[in-house]
């Protein structure tokens, strides 16, 4: 009986002496090996600075629109809610991925991201307004002044200047990313604002020639 008894008390020391090592195992486990939790960033850097500035350029264009003469041909006054309707979305969707990336939603530092690696196709002298703003396209605070002043077909004309040089600078910022990010949404997104600024630019040159108007430098 000895013997049977002995039999049946080594395996229960066999379990006993694994469940010691697996616990003694699990303890050591982040002593001996190095667990990395650390996530990986939802938006990189040019992601975020992308999503920054585009957002601060769309929120312009609103004011633009909101300054527009509400008596103005009926196609300058649908295409002006059309830009606005589209960039407020916009808006919207970069301003939420920057929030799922616990980013500000304002840069401090205006266009730094085109100083990150693989940039150096777009220099930044192509990217800065030549009436002395941040952001390629942006108008000053004295042409949204005269452009709130205006009424009629000088407030249309202004209008279409002032947006089509913002989309032309929106469109190189759109550019940019596109050419520097490898895949993502944000870079889908910018393709997508490459497409519709465009056509929107093509229309609003017509609407210009139409008035013998042209562009602004």
Same mark, same amino acid.
């Given at each position: 009986?000895?013997?049977?008894?002995?039999?049946?008390?080594?395996?229960?020391?066999?379990?006993?002496?694994?469940?010691?090592?697996?616990?003694?195992?699990?303890?050591?486990?982040?002593?001996?090996?190095?667990?990395?939790?650390?996530?990986?960033?939802?938006?990189?850097?040019?992601?975020?600075?992308?999503?920054?500035?585009?957002?601060?350029?769309?929120?312009?264009?609103?004011?633009?629109?909101?300054?527009?003469?509400?008596?103005?041909?009926?196609?300058?006054?649908?295409?002006?809610?059309?830009? #606005?309707?589209?960039?407020?979305? $916009? !808006?919207?969707? *970069? =301003?939420?991925? &920057? @929030?799922?990336?616990?980013?500000?939603?304002?840069?401090?530092?205006?266009?730094?991201?085109?100083?990150?690696?693989?940039?150096?196709?777009?220099?930044?002298?192509?990217?800065?307004?030549?009436?002395?703003?941040?952001?390629?396209?942006?108008?000053?605070?004295?042409?949204?002044?005269?452009?709130?002043? #205006?009424?009629?077909?000088?407030? $249309? !004309?202004?209008? *279409? =200047?002032?947006? &089509? @040089?913002?989309?032309?600078?929106?469109?190189?910022?759109?550019?940019?990313?596109?050419?520097?990010?490898?895949?993502?949404?944000?870079?889908?997104?910018?393709?997508?604002?490459?497409?519709?600024?465009?056509?929107?630019?093509?229309?609003?040159?017509?609407?210009?020639?139409?008035?013998?108007?042209?562009?602004?430098?």
């Amino acid at each position: 009986m000895r013997g049977f008894g002995y039999r049946w008390r080594r395996p229960a020391g066999f379990a006993a002496l694994a469940l010691t090592l697996l616990t003694a195992g699990f303890l050591v486990r982040p002593v001996l090996v190095p667990e990395n939790r650390s996530a990986p960033p939802v938006l990189s850097a040019v992601e975020i600075g992308f999503s920054q500035d585009m957002s601060a350029h769309h929120e312009q264009a609103l004011i633009m629109v909101q300054r527009l003469d509400s008596g103005v041909d009926p196609t300058v006054r649908q295409l002006s809610q059309q830009i #606005a309707d589209t960039q407020r979305m $916009e !808006i919207g969707t *970069l =301003q939420g991925w &920057l @929030r799922l990336a616990n980013a500000s939603p304002d840069s401090k530092h205006p266009m730094a991201w085109m100083n990150s690696p693989g940039a150096h196709e777009h220099s930044m002298a192509t990217m800065t307004s030549t009436n002395g703003t941040t952001m390629p396209g942006m108008a000053t605070q004295s042409e949204l002044d005269a452009l709130a002043r #205006a009424h009629g077909k000088d407030a $249309e !004309i202004l209008f *279409l =200047q002032l947006m &089509l @040089r913002h989309h032309t600078g929106g469109v190189a910022m759109a550019k940019a990313a596109d050419a520097l990010l490898t895949s993502g949404p944000v870079k889908e997104a910018a393709r997508g604002m490459i497409t519709a600024q465009s056509q929107e630019a093509g229309l609003m040159t017509i609407l210009l020639a139409q008035r013998g108007a042209q562009p602004l430098t």
